[in-house]
Every structure is written in C-alpha cells, then in structure tokens.
C-alpha cells in the first residue's frame, strides 16, 4: 500500500467504492447526512463534497453546494446541526462550520477550474466569512459558537479557530482569483494566526483545556498556521502521546481509541512537513477498518478489539479520500493541506485556462 503513494499513484480500485459509499448516503435534495437517516452539519456536510469532486461526481458535489445556500441564513450563517424531515437544532451556530464553505468552494474550483461556479458561490462564502469574522476578538481568536440570539458563546476553541484560519486562506484565493479585494479579511486572517500560534492564553478559557484532543496538536498544521521548523517541532512534540503502532492516531490522549478521520488528517499534516514516509505509513494503516461497502468504520478502541461507535460515516469516508488525493497527487486540489500558498501553481492555473476556454467554446 505505501510504494502505492510514493509512485504517486491513486488506487482507484481501493477507493471507488469510497465514492460510491458517499453518493449512497446522499439525500436526493444534495444533503449529506453522517449516515443513512442521521443529522447532517455544515462542516462534515462539506467534508463529504470534497470527496465527492476528488471522485469526479461534480454533479453531486454540485448539489451538496446548493443544498447549503439554499439554506443559508440572511445574515450569512446556518445552524449546527439540520435533521431528517428539515428538523433543524437552531440552539447554536459554530464559527467553523460556517466558515469551511469557503474551502470547500475553493477545492472544487481547484478541482474542476469551473469559473461559473466559483462565481456562483463566492456570494455565498462571502456571507458566511463576514459573519464569522463579526466574532473575531480584539486578540484575534474567534468565539467557537454563536446563539440564537446572535450573541458570541464566551470562548474559542483550537482546533476549531484554526479550520477557520484555512477557510480565511481560502476565501482570500477565492476572492483573488475573481479580482475581488478583500484587505478586511487579510488583516483578520493575519490576526488569527498570530492568535493561534502566540496567544495560547484565548483558547479554552472557560473550560478544561481541550489539549488532550489530537485536532489540537496538528490542526495548526494541517491548516497552515504553523509551517516550517515550528510545525515539525509540534509534530515531534506530542507524537508518541497520541499515535499507535500500525493502528493510527488516537482521538484524545487519554483513551485508547484511534479514529479514521483523525488519522487521515494527521497524514496531510506530516505531508505539509515534508515527512512523507510517516505520512504514507499512517494511512496504510487504516484500511484494515474499511467496510465492504466502501465506508470505513469512525473508530477502533484497540484493548477490547472493538470497532467503535457502530458507524460508518461520509465525512470519514471524504477524510480518507482527502488523504489519497494529498499523498497521490491525484487532483489539482491534493496540495490544498499540504502547501499553504495562495496563490496557484503553474499547473493549476494552465488547467484553470483550458477549463475556461472549453467553457466558452461549449457556449457558442
């Protein structure tokens, strides 16, 4: 499985039926729940989509866009959490899950070079930005949720303010590569970062810290707030606290319980340091937990020999596929986690040009 990443090369056989399982949870109207019958969140709703165009079904990643500006908020949000039967939780709003559409938007442009579609739903990250940035402190953090009453829950979160310091970063590419100046989130994005990486004092004021997550320790990474000699400091740091031999990364330090999304994740994190055989070494780990229908389990608590909780879920399954695509190369999105410029590469923008001609010649 590793010589397969190193020669750059997508095990299409492996994971088509990883595609196939995500078109198989998705509701008709575009929604994609967690699993068959179960709630659907904006963040892992995206998470989802993402795999969706690494497989090539834009259609379908198409219709999971729209089903969410369908049901944007006028002020730029959506609610935490939506249910069957359009039963929606509307206790709380949480900044990051708003935030991710612009780096799913961003993904699929990446992907596709569809400009129409960038310009489709660049209004609808526009909104999403704006908001989240309303809760943007004058130390730069960014409170974790929102109430009904429009009022900031008191705190922010790690893991959480840096997924919305990449959706920044990637509504900013969005906006450049439509010639749209955005120097407000510019200054916010550069205030989040240094937040993140020099104000540990905004996180988890009002609660327990959360360090004993795994997100905590490589998400700065993943997402680009730390790079460099820092980020592979932080990898190192924490490294033997939170990773299991030939199983994967641990959700929290504390329990012995690796999970599939985490561990994906983690892979990219150690592509954007450059320690690509760590990197293709974890994820040849963790198809021992894929399902024969192409889902891969959430989890695996190691001492009982017990997968768990009894689920299969799409945003792991998009996790997976996220992986694939960042290790293979695969799309023209596979360095979105791993190299954290924003501007694109020669190879993205020659495909970006070709896409826009075919799009005007198919319109004559």
């Known amino acids: 499985?590793?010589?397969?990443?190193?020669?750059?090369?997508?095990?299409?056989?492996?994971?088509?039926?990883?595609?196939?399982?995500?078109?198989?949870?998705?509701?008709?109207?575009?929604?994609?729940?967690?699993?068959?019958?179960?709630?659907?969140?904006?963040?892992?709703?995206?998470?989802?989509?993402?795999?969706l165009s690494i497989g090539g079904e834009y259609g379908a990643a198409n219709a999971a866009y729209e089903w969410l500006a369908k049901l944007q908020r006028e002020d730029g949000s959506w609610f935490a959490s939506y249910g069957e039967a359009a039963k929606v939780l509307e206790d709380k709003r949480e900044t990051n899950f708003i935030a991710y559409i612009a780096t799913g938007v961003w993904h699929h442009y990446l992907i596709t070079g569809d400009?129409?579609?960038?310009?489709?739903?660049?209004?609808?990250?526009?909104?999403?930005?704006?908001?989240?940035l309303r809760y943007q402190s004058d130390e730069g953090e960014i409170a974790w949720a929102v109430n009904k009453d429009g009022n900031a829950r008191d705190d922010a979160l790690v893991t959480a303010c840096a997924s919305i310091y990449k959706s920044i970063d990637c509504a900013i590419?969005?906006?450049n590569q439509l010639d749209i100046k955005k120097p407000h989130w510019e200054q916010a994005f550069e205030r989040l970062g240094v937040a993140l990486t020099d104000k540990p004092h905004r996180f988890d004021r009002n609660w327990e810290s959360k360090a004993r997550y795994s997100m905590d320790w490589f998400y700065p990474v993943l997402t680009g707030?730390?790079?460099g000699d820092a980020a592979r400091a932080r990898i190192a740091q924490r490294w033997n606290e939170f990773v299991i031999n030939e199983?994967?990364?641990k959700c929290v330090s504390d329990e012995p319980w690796v999970t599939v999304a985490e561990s994906c994740e983690l892979t990219m994190a150690l592509?954007?340091?450059?320690?690509?055989?760590?990197?293709?070494?974890?994820?040849?780990?963790?198809?021992?937990?894929?399902?024969?229908?192409?889902?891969?389990?959430?989890?695996?608590?190691?001492?009982?020999?017990?997968l768990w909780?009894?689920?299969?879920?799409?945003?792991?399954?998009?996790?997976?596929?996220?992986?694939?695509?960042?290790?293979?190369?695969?799309?023209?999105?596979?360095?979105l986690f791993t190299n954290h410029g924003r501007e694109l590469t020669n190879e993205q923008a020659a495909f970006a040009q070709a896409q826009q001609r075919r799009s005007g010649e198919a319109a004559q």
């Open 225 to 227: 707030a730390f790079q």
């Open 247 to 249: 199983l994967g990364c």
């Open 1 to 51: 499985m590793k010589s397969l990443f190193f020669l750059q090369q997508f095990p299409e056989s492996l994971l088509r039926p990883t595609i196939d399982f995500i078109l198989s949870v998705q509701c008709e109207d575009g929604r994609i729940p967690w699993q068959p019958g179960d709630k659907t969140d904006p963040w892992n709703h995206i998470e989802a989509a993402m795999g």
């Open 115 to 132: 400009e129409n579609f960038l310009q489709r739903y660049f209004p609808v990250l526009e909104r999403a930005i704006n908001f989240v």
């Open 309 to 335: 909780p009894e689920e299969r879920t799409s945003w792991t399954a998009g996790a997976v596929l996220l992986a694939a695509d960042a290790l293979s190369g695969y799309t023209n999105a596979a360095d």
């Open 271 to 306: 592509l954007a340091i450059g320690d690509k055989r760590r990197a293709a070494q974890i994820y040849s780990w963790l198809h021992q937990f894929k399902n024969e229908d192409g889902g891969y389990w959430t989890g695996f608590v190691y001492p009982d020999d017990a």
């Open 173 to 175: 590419a969005c906006a």
